[in-house]
């Protein structure tokens, strides 16, 4: 706990101790009093006038309201601010933390006399050779550490992977940023099959009188498929030049809260890897609706004005269009950051999409069957689905596709943020007190007890231990699955017990007698234990202060994480630690709700009491927590944006892509008589049916896309929320069905004797 001088003011902080060859490689550079940038250390953190330095983070000065130059307290020493922060070398190899971080010398450590017996304290040696290792090097020297020192419990990083914490996020994003790129492609392609659907469909006349004058169907094709390129070259041109300056604009507006620096070099393989992605993409999407154009003859051409010819396109074309989608399936999976993601969603794709053409035409055939209803509206309805070249096929598919997305990216991020604030418990505990030592918890008791009486305490022996083998296995050879993984890496809070605690529910075994006295027994959690394989009577060894203990399994319970309170993954029996120093922890949790002042109050008392105990306000660290996610969420949004302008696009141009139908349609329909409100309420129908189907599949698809992200990529928990899958899939409808509608409320405004003058 840092505190002001008059004890007024407090916080969390990350107190990092550093030594004389701090930094051993490039430095630390921070702000002085004057507004100066200095890099020299150690001379900030040295004993002037009684007391040692401190440099920190900008956001310890901001809590606490002090600048630089004025006494905080760490423990029972004075420290003067000398700086703040400006570039730490190893930040990012700190992982995250509860507070901001301070920065003190060794010598001052010792001063504050927070290194206690059982205080919670990590410590970190950086080694440097005379000659830099090579990768082979460091891996020889890594496994003769280890094999020396077989029981050592230490965790060795090397300069390939400084921060496992980090490498693993930035995997894992890595792997989001496939999907969302895969996810792009596939859609885009939507899109560009739409795009030239609707330009081949603009050019029937074009394409009429070519075939009246004698042109053959090769030539005919030729003429559509350059002008296809060329605008799609054009397009990939564009989108490499806006590519390219990204990073810029980026380092430019947002540099000042990127944890490092943008390097914003051009790199000619991305973009020469993302030009490849532009043609393939047009070429597998275009050359299916191009080739059906070259065997319709011109009488077709000039009298078929109500759609395109289901004819398939020749084979040349078909094999085309196959080659370049398995060319663009082969790219994604050479250069995917997970090629084991990359096959299974480029899998999922190919399924998809026979999926969905298989559901347009279900729908088509269900339409046509259908008991001929006595309303006209419906009537047309059904006709409109039906019909010889309906669109239904191409608007399943684009909408099906649209909806999956938006249904799996807003249950991914409503399932994040659910996770971290919709499981807290309505009762929680308001405080976390962290490192009691034995001779101070009757009167840390004694003070809760006067200044809150209408909370709970709650407190227990708290010691450090680390899994050293399971079952006679060592614990860095046990094949454990990676949802388990975490109860066997580093240390682990461990406490004892003689009996088993309020609200232990055992879901196997016995409690052990408060008196017993035999081998040392331990109640393991019940999922993880499961999953690591573990049964009662198996044992395991636990390493504490440098003594292994053998202990036998005694019983498995649940144990309910969110709930904030006290838990463990093992829990001892007593005779286990006899005689071992350690410390205590504890929680205060209020019978009613309290104010902001009544906490704070108790917060002040106990660190002016016991300046070495670590007091954690929940709300203060879900704010750390939600600071973290919101940052999360920004970045998944910002990836998926691309994908979701595109599925947008796609949504437009599956419905621009039967403009010219609706036109003639309406158009004889009011020759024939019929009002606008009769034939607006056809369209309605018809897009609320083709929205049903593809709404179904996009809650399917969109739902199990979301639990394979969160379960397999984020390694999170998945829970299906029915009010935020169905409301992205109604106002995702709603707005297709109202873009498609204002259309139609256009088409409906134009005058039909243009119209049939082109017939």
Do not use: C
């Not at 011109?298 to 004005?305: E, I, K, P, Q």
């Not at 331990?522 to 499961?530: L, N, P």
């Not at 595109?646 to 437009?652: D, P, R, T």
């Amino acid at each position: 706990m840092a505190r002001t001088g008059d004890e007024q003011n407090q916080t969390v902080v990350e107190i990092k101790a550093v030594d004389d060859p701090y930094p051993m490689v490039s430095e630390l550079t921070f702000v002085d009093q004057s507004g100066g940038l200095r890099s020299d250390v150690h001379a900030a953190l040295a004993e002037q006038n009684g007391a040692f330095g401190l440099l920190a983070e900008g956001t310890l000065a901001a809590r606490l309201g002090i600048e630089v130059g004025d006494t905080i307290r760490l423990g029972e020493h004075a420290f003067q601010l000398r700086g703040i922060i400006e570039r730490e070398p190893d930040r990012l190899s700190s992982g995250f933390g509860f507070g901001p971080r301070a920065m003190i010398s060794s010598e001052g450590l010792a001063a504050s006399e927070l290194v206690q017996p059982g205080s919670l304290v990590e410590w970190e040696y950086t080694l440097a050779f005379p000659e830099p290792l090579d990768e082979t090097g460091l891996a020889a020297f890594e496994a003769q550490a280890n094999e020396t020192h077989p029981d050592a419990g230490w965790r060795i990083r090397d300069r390939t992977e400084a921060s496992p914490r980090l490498s693993s996020a930035i995997d894992q994003f890595a792997q989001f940023l496939t999907l969302v790129g895969l996810t792009a492609l596939v859609v885009g392609g939507v899109g560009v099959a739409n795009a030239v659907r609707a330009f081949v469909e603009a050019k029937r006349k074009v394409i009429a009188t070519f075939k009246s004058l004698g042109a053959a169907g090769p030539f005919v094709f030729r003429v559509q498929f350059f002008q296809v390129m060329a605008i799609a070259l054009l397009g990939i041109g564009i989108g490499l030049v806006i590519g390219a300056l990204v990073p810029w604009a980026v380092q430019f507006f947002f540099g000042e809260f990127l944890p490092v620096p943008l390097d914003t070099r051009l790199y000619p393989d991305a973009l020469g890897l993302a030009a490849l992605y532009g043609i393939l993409v047009a070429l597998a999407f275009a050359l299916w609706p191009l080739g059906t154009v070259r065997d319709v003859p011109a009488t077709a051409l000039f009298r078929d004005v109500g759609g395109n010819s289901r004819r398939f396109p020749r084979w040349v074309y078909l094999i085309g269009a196959a080659a370049a989608m398995i060319g663009l399936g082969v790219v994604a999976f050479l250069v995917s950051d997970s090629r084991f993601i990359a096959a299974i969603y480029l899998a999922a794709a190919g399924v998809s999409f026979v999926i969905l053409r298989l559901v347009g035409w279900a729908v088509m055939a269900i339409a046509k069957r259908s008991p001929r209803p006595k309303s006209t509206a419906a009537k047309l309805a059904l006709g409109n689905i039906h019909r010889p070249g309906a669109l239904t096929p191409s608007v399943i598919l684009s909408l099906g596709l649209g909806l999956t997305l938006l249904v799996a990216l807003a249950l991914i991020d409503a399932n994040l943020r659910r996770q971290l604030t919709g499981s807290i418990p309505e009762v929680a505990p308001s405080f976390f007190f962290l490192d009691i030592q034995n001779n101070q918890l009757d009167a840390f008791t004694s003070l809760v007890a006067d200044q809150a009486p209408n909370a709970t305490l709650e407190s227990v022996p708290m010691l450090r231990g680390r899994l050293v083998s399971l079952q006679g296995i060592p614990a860095g050879d046990f094949d454990a699955p990676p949802e388990a993984a975490w109860v066997l890496s580093g240390d682990r809070g461990i406490t004892y017990e003689a009996e088993a605690p309020e609200g232990t529910e055992l879901t196997e075994g016995e409690w052990w007698p408060a008196d017993y006295a035999g081998q040392p027994l331990v109640s393991f959690i019940d999922e993880e234990g499961r999953q690591l394989g573990l049964e009662i009577g198996d044992e395991l060894t636990v390493n504490v202060l440098g003594r292994e203990i053998t202990a036998r399994i005694a019983n498995f319970r649940d144990v309910e994480w969110q709930s904030l309170a006290i838990n463990f993954a093992m829990v001892f029996s007593p005779n286990a630690f006899a005689g071992a120093p350690h410390a205590h922890l504890a929680t205060v949790t209020y019978d009613s709700e309290q104010s902001d002042e009544t906490e704070l109050a108790l917060l002040r008392d106990v660190t002016a009491a016991f300046p070495g105990i670590t007091s954690v306000r929940i709300s203060d660290a879900l704010d750390e927590v939600n600071a973290l996610v919101e940052d999360l969420a920004l970045a998944v949004r910002g990836a998926a944006s691309v994908t979701l302008i595109a599925s947008i696009l796609v949504l437009a141009g599956a419905l621009a892509a039967g403009h010219r139908h609706r036109l003639y349609d309406a158009v004889i329909l009011k020759t024939l008589g019929a009002t606008r409100v009769r034939i607006l309420g056809a369209f309605l129908l018809e897009y609320a049916l083709l929205g049903f189907a593809a709404a179904v599949f996009g809650l399917a698809a969109g739902s199990f896309a979301a639990f394979a992200v969160l379960e397999y990529v984020m390694t999170a928990g998945f829970t299906f929320l029915p009010s935020v899958a169905f409301g992205a899939v109604g106002i995702a409808l709603l707005l297709t069905v109202g873009l498609g509608l204002v259309g139609t409320w256009q088409i409906l405004g134009q005058k039909p004797a243009p119209v049939l003058r082109d017939l």
